[in-house]
C-alpha cells in the first residue's frame, strides 16, 4: 500500500470516527436535557408528596395562612417544615410585646404571611435568610424585633438614600435610629459610638454601610464592647445577595461581613433579600460564616401582577407611542414607572413622552442629589405621574399605589426585572409589568454585561422570559426562583396565560440552518456577523454578493428575529465578542448545538404567537375600590401594539424554505429532476445540500489552483471580481526599495477601526512592472497602499491573507495586475479545515470588491458560476 492510499485510509477512519463521535455528543445532550427535565419533574413530585404528608400530620400551630406560601431550602437540613410551623405561634415569651409594637409603634393590625414566623425564629436567636418578594415588609422582620429587645441592632444596608429614608419612617413613628457613613459629621459618629455601649441604649437600630464596616477598625472595637455587654442585639444584612457574586448586585465589601459572626458568634444574623436562589444563598451562608442558618423563602409571586411582553417595534418612535397611549388611556391619571436602559435613554423617553402630552420626568444616577429628590418627592405626592428612570430608581423606592411599571428596554436579568417591576402594586391592588422586547436591546444589554461573571448568562435567562410564550410567566420565574410553581395559580395574570389559544407551535428547523449555514459560510470566508447583519443577510439585505450566495428567508424580519433568539437562547447559536479600546462589539457565532441540525432527526420546535391582535380591548385598571377590589372594565379600547406581538405561521413544511437565489447549474437541474423522480424528504434534501456546498467548495479549490486565471467550473455562485492593474511601464522608486512601501502598508496593524488616510509614497501615475515572483518584492503604487492601509485598519489579519493570496492567485496570471506584495508572506497562516487559499482569496476579494472601488484602472472579470 503506497503511502497516498494509507493517508486516505486514515483521513476516511477519520471522518466515520468523528461523525459517530458527533452523533454521541447529540445523544448524550438529549439525554442530558431528558435528565434534567425527569430530575426537575421528580423533585416537584417530591415536594407534593412532603406537604401532603406535612398536611395529614395534627399541626401545634396556630397559624396556617404563613405556611402554604413559603418553601425552605437551607432551613431542610436545619429544621423539617413541621418544626418550623411552630414559629408562627403567639405563646413566646416575647409574644404579647411584639402584639403591642405591632399596633402601637408600628401602627400595624396584623402580621403579613411569614413575617411572624421570621420575628419568632429571630427572636428565639436563630440565624436566618429571609426571601421575601419586594414589598411584603422584609424590614419590620428587624425593625419590630429591635424595639422589643435589649440594646440596639446593626443593619447593613447597601445604600444611603435607603437608609435615609427607614430613619425618616422610623423617627416619624417614634423609634429612634441612627446611620453612619463616610460623610457624618465626627461629632455624630463620636455620639454614635459613644451610644453603642452606653446601657440606656439612645438607640435601637444602627445603620452602616458595608464599607464602614470593612474600613473602619474603631466601629468594630466599639462593637466588640458592645457585643461583650450583651447590647449587640441583632445583626440584619440587608439586600443580603449582595455578598455572591452569583447575585445580581455584588458589592465586594459585603465580602468582608463574615468578620462579624466571626467575632460575634453569639449574636443572631438576619440576612434579608428579595431574589436569592438557593445556590446564592449557600454562598451568602459561606461569606457570612454563618454555620446553620434557617432560610425562609415566601412565594416570589405577587398575584396582584399581571404580567405582560411586547414585542417593540423597530421604529422608536411607533414603540414610544405605543407605551404613550397606554399611560394616557390604560393608566389615565394613575401612578407608574417606565424603567430605560440609559441616562440618555432616560432623556430621550421623558422628553418624547413630555411631547405627547404627558408629565413624564427623567432619573438617573447622573443627576445633582437635588433634582433626583425633587422627582422623587414629586413623583411620590403624585404632583407628576410617571417617572422614566434608570435602575438608579430602584432600591428604596415604597410608593404604594404604583399602577404600572413599563419597561422600555429589558432588564439585565430576571432578578433585576423582578426587582424593579415589583414597585409596583404594594398595596396588593391590581398592577401591571409591562416589557417592551427589541431585538437590538439584547446586545446593547449583552456588551455592557459582558464583564460580568454570569451576566451573559442572566441576560439570556432574562431574554428567555421575554421569548418564551410557550409558558407562562410566572412559572418561568417560579423555575428561576427554584419555587414548584402550579399553572394555575397564575389565574390568567400573564400574557401567556390569558392568551394561550392564540400560540401554536411550529416547525423552525429549516430556519435554523438557514441560519448557521449563513454563519458557517461566514466563518469560511473570515467575516464575523453582527446579529443585525445576521438578521440583513437572512432576509436579503446587504451586498448582493452575499444575497448570492446564501439562501435568504421569506419571514418577516420580526419572525426572523424571533427564530434568531430562540437560536440563541437555546444554544444553537452564541455570542462572539470584540474588544476595542473604545467599545466592545457583540457578533454571532454557532453554539454548541449548531452541529445537531446536521442530524438529519433533529427537530427545532417552538411556540409563537400567530393571531392578529388587531384593536384589541384592553383591561382598564381603574383605581381600587375601598375594599380593594378593582374591577375589570373593558372601557378603553386600546391599539395595543397592533401586529407587533403577533406573527404568521411559520408552515412547518416544504413551503417554508426560502428562494434559492443561487442560480442552478446544469448539474443542479439534473439533480433535481433526479430529485423530482426519487422524492426525499426535506431534512435529506437539506443533508444532501450541505454536503454537497461543502464537497462543491473544495472541489472548486482544486481546480482553481490547477487553472490559471479566474475560471470557475461547478460552482453556483456568482461574482464579480475587481482588480486593480497597474501598467507595464518602468519600475518605481517603491519597487527600487522593497521595504519603502513594505513599511508604509504595515505601519498600521491595528484591527480597531480608524479611518487616517496615509500620503502617497509613489506617484499615482507611475507604471508598475508585475515580477514574476511577486512574494520577493514589494510593488505597490500610492492609490493602492492607501487603499490597502485603509482596509488593513479594518481587517488587517485578512489583508495579511490578501495580500499574500494576491500574488499565489494572481502572480502566475497572465493578467499584468497585482494589488501589493509583501515581503514576507505569512508562511504559517492557518486556515480552517479544508479551506484553501484561492477559496479565502476568492471569497475575501468578493467581499472587498464589494466594500471598495480600488485602484485607477480596473478590470472587472465577471465570473459567472456553474459556466465551465
Ligand atoms: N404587616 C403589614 N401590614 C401592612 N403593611 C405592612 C406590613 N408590613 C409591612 N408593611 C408595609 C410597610 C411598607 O410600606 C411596605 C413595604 O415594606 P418594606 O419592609 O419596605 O418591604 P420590603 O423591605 O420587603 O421591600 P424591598 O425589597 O423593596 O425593600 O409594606
Sequence with gaps: MDGGSRTNDVQVELDSVEAELEHLELQIAELLQKQAELTSRKNALVQQLEEACDAAQPSSSSSSSSSSSSKSSVADSVMSTQELKLYDGTDFPWSKDTEQHLKGSFRLSKFRPLQLRAINLTMSGKDLFLVMPTGRGKSLCYQLPAVCSKGFTLVISPLVSLMEDQIMYLKSINVSAVLMNASCSKEHTKAVMAGMTDPKAPFKLVYVTPEKIAKSKLLMSRLEKAYNASLLSRIAVDEVHCCSQWGHDFRPDYKLLGILKRQFPKVPLLGLTAT?????????????CVPQPIAITASFNRPNLYYEV??????????????ASLIKNRYKDQSGIVYVFSQKDAEVVSAELQKRDILAYSYHANMNPDDKSLVHRKWASNKIRVVVATVAFGMGIDKPDVRFVIHHTISKSIENYYQESGRAGRDDHPADCIIYFGFPDIFRISTMVVMENVGQ??????????????????SLMAVHFDEVWDNEGCNQMCDTCRHAKDYTTVDITQHARQVVQILELAASMDEKLTPLKLVDAWTGKGPAKRRKMIETTTLSRPQAETVIVQLLVQGYLSEDFSFTPYTTYFYMKLGRKACFLKNQSHTLRMKMRTKENGTAKVRAVVPPTPTGRQADKDTSTVKANEGDNTFDPIVPDNSCLPQHKQKLTPEHRNKSAKRKLNPVSQTDQWTERWTDRDKKLTDRCAEEEDKSGFIMSQHVFEVDVEINIMRNSGVSDAQKNPSHADKHCSRNESTAPQRVRQKGLIDDTQSLTVNSSPSQISIISDTAAEELCDLRKYYSKQLRRINYISHEYLGQSREPGVLACIREPWRNLRLPHRVKFSQTAWSLWTRVSGRRKVGQTEVRPVIHGAKE
Design 276 to 288: 436569592a436562589t438557593s445556590s446564592v444563598l449557600r454562598d451568602c451562608q459561606k461569606i457570612l
Design 310 to 323: 411586547r414585542m417593540k417595534d423597530s421604529d422608536s418612535d411607533a414603540s414610544l407611542s405605543d407605551i
Design 457 to 474: 448568562q442572566k441576560l439570556l435567562q432574562m431574554v428567555d422570559y421575554c421569548q418564551n410564550v410557550d409558558r407562562c410567566r410566572r
